[in-house]
């Protein structure tokens, strides 16, 4: 196998800069240094942030976002902090918890919002609370009645019957029924607190 299996394998050239070598070009602006930075970490990038979001789409939104920050942020990059890679990786790694933390917090304002569309508005509520003590009242001020201006008030009033059936259903005279009515509407009045 000899020479033959040398040629197959060419030798290594000189190595061109590293990656933390390349960033610094790239944070002077060199396009080329970032093709090159692109390519060599475009794949784990994509990877990291699949890892995250899970969704296919969003993450190679995410990916391409992330290396838009690498290209506006290279001046950023500390080599006495760490690695290139690793820098570019927690870049990828914090932008797709931002997208998932994003996410989680447009689901929670459509679900506050979904719950305050069930939520009876406030006015609605104070109506609601308001009927309620008249009601409380109302029956409150018809047991200070008598019973039988009790019975015409309920007969006539809730019942819906007119006067004269009023009178027949009680076996009473058609005037003691509208006088007990009248007395029994005037002590309503006075205990409810209506002015006239």
């Given at each position: 196998?000899?020479?033959?299996g040398?040629?197959s ?20 602006g060199?396009?080329?240094a970032?093709?090159?930075?692109y ?15 899970r969704?296919?789409?969003q993450?190679?939104?995410?990916a391409q ?13 500390r ?14 790694h914090?932008r ?8 989680q ?11 305050l569309?069930?939520?009876?508005a406030?006015?609605e ?5 308001e009927?309620?003590?008249?009601r ?8 200070t009645l ?5 019975q015409?008030?309920?007969?006539a ?5 007119t006067?004269?059936?009023v009178a ?7 005037g ?5 009515l009248?007395d ?12 006239a």
């Open positions: 196998m000899g020479s033959a040398l040629r394998h060419p030798r290594p050239g000189p190595a061109g800069p590293d990656l933390e070598e390349l960033l610094v070009m790239v944070a002077r060199d396009q080329e970032f093709s090159r930075v390519d060599a970490v475009c794949g784990p990038v994509l990877g990291v942030v699949r890892g995250v979001l969704d296919p789409a993450s190679e939104e995410v976002e992330v290396m838009v920050e690498v290209w506006r942020t290279a001046a950023r990059f080599s006495d902090r760490g690695s290139a890679m690793t820098w570019v990786l927690t870049l990828a914090r797709a918890v931002d997208r998932v933390r994003a996410a917090a447009a689901t929670d304002r459509e679900h506050r919002a979904a719950l569309d069930r939520t009876p406030f006015d509520v104070t109506e609601q609370v009927a309620r003590l008249e409380e009242q109302v029956r409150r001020c018809m047991r008598t019973e039988l201006q009790r015409s008030v309920t007969l009033y809730y019942r819906g019957h006067y004269r059936e027949e259903l009680l076996s009473l005279p058609l003691t029924v509208k006088t007990r009248r029994g509407l005037i002590r309503l009045r006075d205990c409810l607190g209506v002015t």
